[in-house]
């Protein structure tokens, strides 16, 4: 049996392995990859690496093996995100994995917005499937807003979300949930809303960004079309600043990346990365 991690040379994927690999013997983590020299660090580390192509289901035939849990991290791909799912959860079933894990979105299917579509019929999937399963239903990372810094020192922040507060962790914080299912018993079959300890609003990151860098930066909430045409200036595909739009608008301001279910800190066991500690590694550099 081997921890198997899909999307392991992604952001979340490789704070996963790493974890992984202070907790667990390398030979009993697998990955995952379409290119295997991105993985050749891993593979020198005694990581097995397993080739295959979201877009090319028959590669995955060889991907898994019976008793492997596997954690199947979405794909970045919107709009194609479910066939390429459905090809990780057929082969995941016909091999007889021993569990499924998946990254969702907060929420799971109460999550009304556009980004949440393809994550709850990924969900649907896996249920449908009859495999065991575990759902982590990610909020929204600290570093989507932080890795903005420079921009908004310049220009300001800018949304549509209103007085709407965000729930937000950092990759790491959600890393470890990961590692903490993968690696300890009792999740079969649960599901866990994940968001930080602390939600904000995006006047109250501004000011602390100001607070901590010394530089007047203030939040400027826009209209929707507004905001599209700042993310498409800035070089955002059309359709994914649709979708950041929407969760704005549709999610943000509504509440619904607030969270408060305290699941992440109990997973992880300490309290979540607090904004101002984010932001204050960014401005570090």
Do not use: C
């Not at 249920?127 to 932080?146: A, C, H, K, P, Q």
């Not at 209209?223 to 704005?248: C, R, S, Y």
């Amino acid at each position: 049996m081997s921890i198997v991690v899909t999307g392991a040379t992604g952001n979340l994927g490789s704070l996963v392995v790493e974890g992984l690999l202070r907790k667990v013997p390398a030979d009993e983590v697998a990955v995952v990859v379409r290119d295997a020299s991105k993985a050749a660090a891993l593979a020198a580390r005694g990581v097995e690496l397993r080739i295959a192509d979201y877009d090319t289901p028959d590669t995955f035939s060889e991907a898994f093996n019976d008793g492997d849990v596997v954690l199947l991290i979405s794909s970045p791909d919107a709009g194609r995100r479910i066939p390429q799912h459905r090809a990780v959860i057929d082969a995941a079933k016909e091999t007889g994995v021993a569990r499924i894990v998946y990254t969702g979105v907060l929420g799971g299917p109460n999550a009304d917005f556009v980004l949440a579509d393809d994550h709850k019929a990924t969900e649907q999937a896996i249920l449908d499937s009859g495999l065991t399963w575990t759902f982590l239903r990610n909020g929204w990372y600290s570093e989507n807003y932080t890795g903005q810094i420079p921009t908004q020192l310049e220009h300001g922040v800018v949304g549509s979300a209103g007085d709407g507060k965000v729930g937000s962790a950092t990759r790491q914080d959600y890393a470890e949930a990961a590692i903490a299912v993968l690696t300890e018993s009792g999740h079969d079959n649960r599901s866990y809303e994940l968001s930080g300890d602390q939600a904000w609003t995006l006047s109250e990151y501004a000011a602390e960004l100001s607070r901590q860098s010394g530089k007047t930066v203030t939040y400027s909430d826009v209209p929707p079309e507004t905001l599209k045409g700042i993310l498409t200036g800035a070089g955002v595909p059309d359709g994914f600043a649709d979708i950041l739009v929407d969760v704005d608008v549709s999610a943000i301001a509504k509440g619904l990346l607030q969270g408060g279910t305290g699941d992440l800190a109990r997973l992880i066991g300490r309290p979540t990365t607090p904004i101002a500690d984010t932001i204050a590694a960014a401005l570090r550099g």
